[in-house]
């Protein structure tokens, strides 16, 4: 054979999104000059290439090529050995064709997503919320799910085991929530609250997913109802008053006027002559029984029903979030729909990292709030008289950073400031 080739036997370990280079050996053991091209094949020609693309070589001399292996990121490529053979064409001599074989080790990788729907529900009792958890890994994840509220009042029902997510799929997880106490009256309360995803992963390292919701718990007995029951107790007792102050006194007295003159009249029969005695008795026991009907109870009008209570407004929740790097500012907006005018009542800002700097809040450009993100971490704010911003207006939050902070836990340090504020209210 004038022509030989040779790759490495060992596994070259490639990740999906990066390159691996393989240098590939060619000896021309002819006696021309010859000209070698290359083609790949199997699975890996589809990204890979041969650098440079054509070889010549002098008679009993060696040469090389490198073969480019980039694997794209993606949930098709899964992980494994996977063969790697280039064909190695003489252009002078094509009968002398070799095929040098080799193998790449596609590594593992996890990428997961996940959103949760809707962001906000509310309810007396139970609410169902959906998480949806998008596998963008070339492997199964197991995903796991823990939830937690600031006030502590809300209840999670979460899968028995754990959910398994095949690579390029999606799982949907529906979560209940539901709240430890009821609401008898009052107003509605919203609960803002976080459910942490966890996929899992043996083969490579995967970061928490956390999504913000909110539950609005409805009272049981609402303002409407309430409304309507004092209502028909009062015209009730109107009806009472009107049969004790008028109608009873005025049948009592019909009464008595009616038995007075029957009972006179019989006595003075009785007294003037005794064979009228009979007729006397029989006349006083009619007078008797003409009284007792006239004396009659009647019975009270049925109770109306109260007016109708005026539509609530809608409930609103929103979250914004904004970031920026040390010496820089970031910024997030809510914009009033068109139509609409937000009364804001709410606020609750958030420095989950503990950064240094500024946070700003404005309503239609004119700031609200502008503390320092060192003297907090998380911070409540609440007006008895609502806020109003108009249609076309912007709630904004503008972080400026000093310098980012360390969060909780041992994970890698931010290279951002991050902030939160989470605005509640009515929409109308």
Known sequence: MTTSAHLDAAPVPVLPGEQARIVLEVRNS???????????????????????????????????????????????????????AVRVLPQERPESATVPEGTLEVLPYAEATAELTPQMAQSRGRARFQVAV??????PLTVGLRGADRSQALRFGFPASPTVVDPGRAAFIQVPVRP???????????HAFQLTVTPASQQAVVEPIVLDGTFVQQPVLSSALLRAAVAVVALAGILLGIWYGLLRPAVRSAAKEAVKDPVATAATQAASANQKADDAKNAAKGAEQAAKSVGA??????????PEAPANAELFSTRLTAAGSAGASGTGS???????????TDLVLENPQGDSGTVTIAVGG?????????????????????????????????????QPGTPPGSGPAPSQCSSAALISGTLE
Do not use: M
């Open 366 to 402: 004119k700031t609200l709030l502008a503390p320092a993100l060192e003297n907090f971490r998380e911070q409540d704010f609440h007006w008895a008289s609502a806020i109003l911003v108009t249609e076309g207006q912007k709630v904004t939050i503008t972080v400026a950073c000093r």
């Open 30 to 84: 002819s006696t021309i000059v010859e000209a070698y091209t290359f083609e790949v094949l199997g699975a890996p020609a589809a990204w890979t290439v041969v650098e440079p693309a054509e070889l010549s070589l002098y008679p009993n001399t060696t040469g090389q090529v490198t073969l480019v292996a980039s694997p794209p990121r993606d949930t098709t490529v899964p992980p494994g050995d996977l063969p790697l």
């Open 334 to 344: 809510y914009p009033v729909p068109p139509g609409k005018t937000l009364r804001l």
């Open 134 to 139: 998008d596998n963008r890994g070339n492997h």
């Open 180 to 190: 430890k106490r009821r609401l008898w009256r009052g107003v509605a309360v919203p």
């Open 297 to 306: 109870t009647p019975s009270p009008l049925a109770p109306g029903q109260g």
